[in-house]
């Protein structure tokens, strides 16, 4: 794998010094909004128009983040917000995967491409 560079750290350590332009950004780490949402923001301005990125865990939604919430642990669990912020957007689309695995899901967000003709503001 000519030209892998392999980072050990927290991701925001990461973010700090990294300074590229990606194609595609695979988040899956942290299930705390405040992490999740740092990171695809981030992300998301860096990424080339046109490029994707993906968000793992991100289906958790209002009901089972009440259910985590009662259980004292709603900071772990509240992903599916960034989701939400980010389907608000107008620079992107997104469109979710949901599936059952432990209230799993997978987020694809395309960065809108300004020159082509069916972008619209």
Partial sequence: ?????????ISFRFMEQFDDIP????????HAYRVVSAEALFFLEKLRPGGVMF????????K????????????YYDTYKIRQDLEKRDDAWCLTFPYTAADCGMTMVLKKEENRPFYRQ
């Avoid at 794998?1 to 750290?9: A, D, K, R, S």
């Avoid at 194609?23 to 942290?30: R, T, Y």
């Avoid at 968000?55 to 209002?62: K, Q, R």
């Fill in 1 to 9: 794998y000519e030209g892998l560079e392999i980072f050990h750290g």
């Fill in 23 to 30: 194609a595609l950004v695979f988040l899956d780490g942290n």
């Fill in 55 to 62: 968000l793992h865990d991100t289906f958790i939604h209002d």
């Fill in 64 to 75: 089972h983040y009440a259910k985590y919430e009662r259980r004292g642990r709603p900071q």
